[in-house]
Nanobody, 125 residues
Framework: QVQLAESGGGSEQAGGSLRLSCAAS????????LGWFRQAPGKEREAVAY???????VYADSVKGRFTASRDNAKNTLYLQMNSLKPEDSATYYC???????????????????WGQGTQVTVTS
């Protein structure tokens, strides 16, 4: 079992920055792969970035070059630094955990059994 809790969401103007955090607790082996997802109203949940246990991150094309995902295994915390924010980044952001050997974006949200409650990000133009 893994418990996840996101923080750091809020409202920001386009071009600004926000940093999300996700505190994890529980079985470390069940959080080998940590992911950030987002879901806007009326849209499907989409992957934003994944970070494996070695700290290697992969990104969706829509955020590549603007967002940086990282993890601090000593603090059991996942981060998402979001720069150059756009209005289309507005969504509820979730962190998720899975016991996956392949922490790649082709692994969809259904493969993640543990989820946080989400944090709202609103970007105004």
């Amino acid at each position: 079992q893994v418990q996840l809790a996101e923080s750091g969401g809020g409202s920001e103007q386009a071009g600004g920055s926000l940093r999300l955090s996700c505190a994890a607790s529980g079985d470390p082996s069940s959080s080998k792969c940590l992911g950030w997802f987002r879901q806007a109203p009326g849209k499907e949940r989409e992957a934003v970035a994944y970070v494996d246990s070695d700290g290697i991150a992969v990104y969706a094309d829509s955020v590549k070059g603007r967002f940086t995902a990282s993890r601090d295994n000593a603090k059991n915390t996942l981060y998402l630094q979001m720069n150059s924010l756009k209005p289309e980044d507005s969504a509820t952001y979730y962190c998720a955990a899975a016991r996956l050997n392949w922490c790649r974006l082709w692994v969809g949200p259904s493969s993640f059994p543990y989820w946080g409650q989400g944090t709202q990000v609103t970007v105004t133009s």
